[in-house]
């Protein structure tokens, strides 16, 4: 499933460039986070509990920071499984500044399996977006 899109922040690039690489502000902004851990420079292990319609349950997952280039891109790798199924996917993410504003754009690929995988690419779709939205509103009010 591809995944792709823009968000605009009321912020610097380098401020927004250092929160998206700050642990704390991570866990507070991902959806259902209960823990954060980074394991090595950029690695990070995550624990998850989500309540969303056939993709509720708890995951433990994954995830890298790869390929960095501040304050401009990085590419995120991730995994993730629990009893619903699993997630893997690779996104690159770019920023750039626009006057005041930092537009950060994201494009990648997504798969699943499991339960998840038989309730359907749309519904998948929406919850990611919904989960992704979320993630950006929260990270907007830590800016």
Not at 58 to 82: H, M, R, T, V, W
Not at 103 to 132: C, E, H, T
């Amino acid at each position: 499933m591809k995944i792709e899109g823009t968000y605009t922040f009321k912020a610097p690039q380098q401020k927004v460039w250092e929160t998206f690489n700050s642990v704390e502000h991570l866990q507070e902004a991902l959806p259902g986070c209960e823990e954060l851990i980074e394991t090595e420079p950029g690695k990070f292990d995550v624990f998850l509990k989500i309540g969303i319609s056939a993709v509720k349950g708890k995951y433990k997952g994954k995830f890298e920071i790869a390929d960095p280039n501040p304050p401009n891109s990085y590419k995120l790798i991730g995994q993730g499984k629990g009893l619903p199924g699993y997630v893997k996917g690779e996104a690159v993410i770019s920023m750039s500044q626009e006057g005041e504003d930092t537009i950060l754009s994201y494009d990648g690929d997504v798969q699943v399996g499991g339960l998840l995988a038989g309730i359907g690419q749309r519904m998948i779709g929406g919850i990611s977006k919904m989960m992704i939205g979320q993630f950006f509103k929260s990270m907007d009010k830590v800016l």
